[in-house]
């Protein structure tokens, strides 16, 4: 029990996570599933049950192994994320997340006049994979313990296994999720913030020098180009390497 409550208080978002789908891949074995059917994305009945958007992660979409599994890859890297990040962040960027995927589904099905339907965790699973694999590119893990692999291929399987996991061509639109994933990780994360009590706003960012700031100005561009060229020949010059090499 003492490890069970020192989890829960490192990672007290993922943890109700998976708490809940465990909860309701239990409730649902007995024969009592139908009470989670409001919680459960259905595109058709998205104006109808709003909220499903983002409930639908709470409700264990799959058998024993795939809660097992997909509650496990959540704690390793949605875990990671909201230790990191904090929980606020953390679960604005669930929400993110899970709705944005819904949305875009509901599009995708009005589009091409087929229905999706989201329960479970592996939506959420994808994206924090994605997240976590942007903030550490080169960091090796290894698949299905044997295969060493680094965390950016890592990404890159789960936002396959997203479009695969949908008839083509709405894996595209499933695919939205990730996408957030990555600008969150990248950007979001910085510029947008999230209380109960205020809502949704943005954060004030540190101004940037002018040489750093984004641009669209060719000379500019060329400028930097020149720079950065001139500063990789004096480090080949020195005999430095890469670290990444």
């Not at 909860?23 to 994305?41: D, E, K, M």
């Not at 899970?98 to 592996?122: D, I, K, P």
């Not at 979001?188 to 004030?204: A, H, K, T």
Request: glycine content about 12%.
């Amino acid at each position: 029990m003492n490890l069970l409550s020192r989890i829960f208080r490192q990672c007290p978002v993922t943890s109700s996570v998976i708490a809940a789908n465990a909860v309701t891949f239990l409730v649902t074995f007995v024969g009592g599933g139908a009470v989670w059917r409001p919680l459960i994305f259905r595109t058709w009945a998205l104006w109808a049950e709003p909220w499903s958007a983002f409930t639908y992660p709470v409700v264990a979409g799959g058998g024993v192994l795939g809660v097992l599994l997909g509650g496990y890859v959540l704690w390793l890297f949605g875990g990671s994320l909201e230790r990191g990040w904090g929980r606020r962040d953390y679960v604005l960027f669930l929400l993110l997340t899970a709705g944005g995927t819904a949305f875009a589904l509901w599009m995708g099905s009005v589009a091409l006049g087929r229905g999706a339907v989201l329960a479970g965790l592996w939506m959420p699973v994808a994206a924090a994979t994605v997240a976590w694999a942007v903030i550490n590119p080169h960091e090796r893990l290894l698949l299905y313990l044997v295969i060493p692999l680094e965390a950016r291929w890592m990404g890159v399987i789960a936002a396959a296994l997203v479009f695969f996991s949908f008839p083509f061509p709405l894996g595209l639109f499933a695919l939205s999720g990730c996408g957030i994933a990555w600008w969150y990780a990248r950007t979001g994360r910085y510029v947008l913030s999230w209380s109960p009590g205020s809502g949704l706003g943005f954060r004030r960012r540190p101004r940037q020098r002018a040489g750093m700031r984004f641009t669209l100005n060719p000379i500019e561009m060329i400028r930097r180009w020149r720079r950065k060229r001139h500063f990789l020949r004096l480090m080949k010059q020195s005999g430095l390497r890469d670290l990444d090499s």
